[in-house]
């Protein structure tokens, strides 16, 4: 029982918290939180290592590194060897399709190479060259983004829609964020490879997480473990319940079990964000403009949000895609 309550709890932590940032994020609470954890932790935490945390940091989240790359490919690569090693020869064995097995593997390939392709396309930088033509692709609001207003570092005109990153230090055509993982701003030229990223590692999580679910099944329907009872410290003769079952599965497949606990949770983690992500994408929003649009008062960010921007390149089509699906 100890088993499966932790790990519900953990999973149910883990969703709030993500939620919960969502929500700060978009009330622009989060920085006053993090603003007193860090007054209250300067008080516990020496000088020395608080130094070490904001070189660490700032590392990690404001410079350009390959360290989010090597841990994306390291677990990926973990999760796909155990279900190789372990999961694969056990469906085999209690005759499972061939095809469903394989399906994790297309779902990788796909997903490995618009990984590559959402590392290195260019986002959509703005320089000398382009600026005048992409001055002219989306209207300025003159809220979020105001006409002639230059870009201090990079000393050129900001198009609509667009934004300087601080971390690549260039600005962006149609910013929507800069992705740790991917080691890249995702910006107007690479949106929709970042798209298909996103929705075929999901697909991958929930298909390993099926897979690995059905697996359990089959072999707790296969040994009629159901049916079986066990002796409770009282000593009474009990029916083995979900919470056993769980527990002696564990044990007998520690790993296979720990994978898809992690793939489950991977699995809803990913699923809400490609869900997010596919909102701004029909709305014809990016990130960047959803979080401003907390910032301004209600009724501007209500009319804004209910107008998507229209590409002035194709005007007055109401069936057009988004132009992050576009290529």
Not at 137 to 152: G, W
Not at 172 to 200: E, K, M, Q
């Amino acid at each position: 029982m100890d088993f499966l309550v932790l790990f519900l709890l953990y999973l149910a932590l883990v969703l709030t918290a993500a939620v919960l940032t969502c929500i700060c994020l978009r009330t622009q609470h989060l920085k006053g939180l993090v603003g007193r954890g860090s007054q209250i932790s300067s008080w516990i935490v020496p000088a020395c290592l608080q130094r070490a945390g904001r070189r660490l940091v700032h590392f990690l989240f404001h410079t350009r590194n390959y360290f989010f790359i090597v841990l994306h490919l390291t677990l990926q690569g973990l999760v796909y060897a155990e279900y190789t090693w372990e999961i694969f020869g056990y469906c085999r064995e209690l005759g499972f399709s061939l095809h469903c097995l394989l399906l994790p593997y297309l779902l990788l390939l796909v997903n490995l190479v618009f990984f590559t392709l959402s590392c290195v396309t260019d986002p959509g930088t703005i320089t000398k060259a382009n600026e005048a033509v992409l001055l002219d692709v989306y209207a300025f609001d003159d809220v979020m983004f105001p006409k002639n207003v230059r870009c201090s570092t990079c000393d050129l005109r900001k198009p609509a829609r667009s934004k300087h990153c601080k971390v690549c230090n260039r600005c962006v055509h149609r910013f929507d964020h800069h992705c740790v993982w991917v080691n890249n701003c995702i910006g107007a030229w690479n949106t929709g490879y970042f798209l298909v990223y996103l929705s075929t590692l999901t697909a991958a999580a929930v298909t390993v997480a099926s897979v690995s679910t059905a697996l359990l099944f089959q072999v707790a329907f296969v040994s009629d473990l159901y049916q079986e009872t066990y002796l409770d410290e009282q000593g009474h003769s009990q029916v083995v319940g979900t919470i056993f079952l769980v527990q002696f599965l564990f044990l007998l497949f520690p790993r296979i079990v720990f994978l898809l606990g992690f793939v489950i949770v991977l699995s809803c983690l990913l699923g809400g964000y490609l869900c997010f992500a596919l909102y701004l994408a029909a709305t014809n929003q990016t990130t960047n403009e959803w979080y401003r649009a907390g910032r301004v008062s209600a009724g501007t960010a209500a009319s804004m949000l209910s107008s998507p921007h229209q590409d002035q390149w194709s005007p007055g089509s109401q069936l057009q895609l988004p132009p992050c699906l576009l290529p």
